[in-house]
């Protein structure tokens, strides 16, 4: 993996999705990127805008444009050669549109290598594979795995990490694990502690954690294998004080059962929940209701053997008084500390982290 960063200046493809859960890969990539230096995000649906006001009501200095063609030319216009479309979009299922594939292939036609972390592989794409070539440029398909040779299977090799394991989870998919890891490695940083993050999504991996795999595309036998193989080369090449890793889905939806590896071969010791109050039913699925709090908190520990030490909050159809009802009430029903850690940090979950395990004072 390189890590020679950033690899390029990229416009955002999100189509019809910025500011929805099926934009969270463009969403990341505006809060943070190592990887690519992010010139502009594609939505006509937020056009002029900029796109961290969108997102967080905070200036990011990434303008939100029409369409590829006035992304392209407002970046040449500023002397910023754009060299990749990174496609931003989270769909369902992980499948490209009619509508994206076309805008693809316009981004090939000017040159811009493409890419993409969907299930529908740019590479495998005749037409798409065809212009690529014709153009000269480079088609990247983060969620394809690696070839099986090269998987991991689980060894018992955790068991030698010493750094604290912190797994972040979450009651839903598309609820803002990733960005509270990220936020609690920043904050770690802080506070004198050395850490890195195991990314398991494709967002991760775009945004250049530099330990990363992509658990929804590995086949089921070498889940538990990568997922330890991660961990273990985190703490086996950089020895840090600790190791986040990034959930995915939850325990409990029908759709994204995520999680079960990770407990089970990450081994994390301790456990921070993110959770949407607001939310009633599980993402993308009206008729089925999120299961309780409580029930998620029991059901992890259970399997875990590991307490949850810290629920953390995805303030959305929220208002800052809603905020401070739901933490107050979260606090009072399970007598863990809540924090919002996009909206204030997360200095305090830091500080619950180094009281529960072996992190250094």
């Given at each position: ?168 989870l979450g009651t839903d998919s598309a609820v803002g694990k990733r960005t509270t ?79 079960y590896e990770i407990l089970a071969a990450g081994r994390p010791d301790v456990v ?90």
């Amino acid at each position: 993996m390189s890590t020679d960063f950033p690899e390029g200046s990229a416009i955002v493809y999100c189509e019809g999705a910025f500011a929805t859960t099926n934009g969270k890969t463009a969403h990341g990539l505006v809060r943070r990127s190592r990887r690519y230096r992010v010139l502009s995000v594609v939505d006509s649906h937020h056009a002029g805008a900029d796109a961290g006001m969108v997102l967080d009501g905070r200036e990011a200095g990434i303008p939100v444009e029409d369409n590829i063609i006035s992304a392209y030319r407002r970046a040449r216009e500023q002397d910023d050669e754009p060299t990749h479309l990174v496609v931003g979009i989270a769909p369902d299922g992980g499948r490209l549109s009619a509508v994206a594939r076309s805008d693809v292939r316009r981004a090939i036609r000017l040159g811009l290598n493409v890419v993409a972390g969907l299930h529908d592989y740019l590479n495998d794409d005749p037409e798409i594979a065809a212009l690529a070539e014709e153009h000269g440029v480079v088609l990247k398909d983060v969620r394809r795995p690696p070839a099986v040779d090269k998987l991991h299977f689980f060894s018992g090799k955790i068991s030698e990490v010493s750094a604290t394991k912190v797994a972040i989870l979450g009651t839903d998919s598309a609820v803002g694990k990733r960005t509270t890891a990220w936020l609690l490695v920043d904050a770690c940083t802080d506070a004198g502690l050395s850490a890195e993050l195991v990314g398991t999504g494709q967002t991760a991996w775009l945004q250049g954690a530099k330990y990363s795999i992509v658990l929804d595309s590995l086949v089921n036998d070498f889940v538990a294998g990568e997922i330890e193989h991660a961990v273990w080369s985190a703490w086996n090449e950089v020895r840090p004080d600790v190791i986040v890793i990034e959930g995915q889905g939850s325990l409990m939806n029908p759709a994204y059962p995520g999680g079960y590896e990770i407990l089970a071969a990450g081994r994390p010791d301790v456990v921070v929940l993110q959770h949407a109050p607001a939310r009633e039913e599980y993402d993308g699925f009206p008729g089925h209701p999120m299961h309780p709090l409580d029930r998620q908190i029991q059901a992890i520990e259970l399997i875990s053997g590991r307490p949850v030490v810290a629920i953390t909050l995805n303030h959305e159809d929220l208002d800052e008084d809603g905020i401070d009802r739901a933490r107050a009430e979260i606090a009072r029903s399970t007598g863990l500390p809540v924090f919002d850690v996009l909206r204030d940090g997360a200095d305090g979950l830091v500080e619950v982290i180094r009281d529960r395990s072996a992190a250094p004072r």
